[in-house]
């Protein structure tokens, strides 16, 4: 398995990361096959977050965690920030969040506590204060957030002394607007539009790890793009690709992530170990720029 260092933190994870928000459907038995298989492919890094099946996926984490794994030899993050209609960014939610996180997952620390999605109410600093209290107390090793802008980054490092050192945030072949942006400057398509505050190209120059999420889906949830009808070129163009290296159709739609030099980390959330084994695949594929490009294109993007 590949492996990176997330942001400058000095820690180093693996290319791909489980996502855990569908752990809560298993059983302490499934989920202990579904971490063991994980561990045994190089993916140590597991991501949760306190709304995932609320709680019940991290306590089921805990239960299914195998006994003779070491805590120092994976990577546990979560997540905090939304709540039942609203988000919050407060010092006193920040903390709780953190704390019972800690508590489900039977753990004395996080390696990577992230904000979840932006807080229209948020004062940086109760963000900072509560961070500062995380860190010190030895809760949370590192900090970073997700689905954020590249200003609403620099509002938060105004105020921490913690660098944020990841970003998580939606990316797939269908979903590529963080590239297509920087691939349109200076005309007047909707590809050119600036919706994040050019967070690929901020994330590179302030080494802030992009996490990928949600790598094979199209839309917001709308469905999986791998196998679907309604992307035939993109199905065939996975397919000839697929062939040639030996891989899944799924494992050449990371690795299409892979390629990309800003050396981001994709989230997986599968929960079927087969499944896993064969996306992981993925960080053996090195793709040409031809059949990047030609991947893009096949997803709907037209090249100027």
Known sequence: MKKMELGKSGLEVPAIALGCMSMNKLTKAEAERVISNSIEHGVNFFDHADIYGKGKSEEIFAEGLPREVRREDIIIQSKTGIRNGYYDFSKQHIIKSAEESLQRLNTDYLDVFLLHRPDALMEP??????????????????????????????????????????????????????????????????????????????S?????????????????????????????????????????????????????????????????????????????????????????????????????
């Not at 660098?163 to 072949?173: C, D, G, K, V």
């Not at 979903?175 to 967070?199: C, H, K, P, Y």
């Not at 050396?263 to 499944?275: E, Q, Y």
């Open 125 to 202: 600093e109760e963000v900072a204060e509560a961070f500062s209290a995380l860190h010190e107390s030895g809760k949370v090793r590192f900090f970073g957030v997700s689905n954020h802008n590249s200003m609403q980054i620099k509002l938060l490092e105004k105020y921490l002394k913690q660098p944020i050192i990841t970003n998580q945030l939606q990316l797939s072949l269908t979903n590529s607007g963080l590239m297509n942006q920087g691939l349109f400057v200076n005309t007047n398509f909707e590809q050119a539009s600036d919706r994040d505050g050019s967070i690929l190209d901020y």
């Open 204 to 304: 590179r120059l302030n080494d802030i790890t992009i996490q990928a999420w949600s790598p094979f889906r199209h839309g917001f949830f709308d469905g999986l793009f791998v196998d679907s009808d309604d992307y035939p070129e993109l199905n065939a163009e996975l397919q000839q690709l697929a062939d040639k290296y030996d891989v899944s159709k799924s494992a050449i739609a990371v690795a299409w992530i892979l390629r990309h030099p800003a050396n981001i980390l994709t989230i997986i959330g599968t929960m079927t170990p087969i499944r896993l084994t064969n996306i992981v695949k993925a960080s053996e594929v090195d793709l040409t720029r031809q059949e990047w490009y030609g991947l893009w294109q096949a997803a709907g993007n037209k090249l100027l």
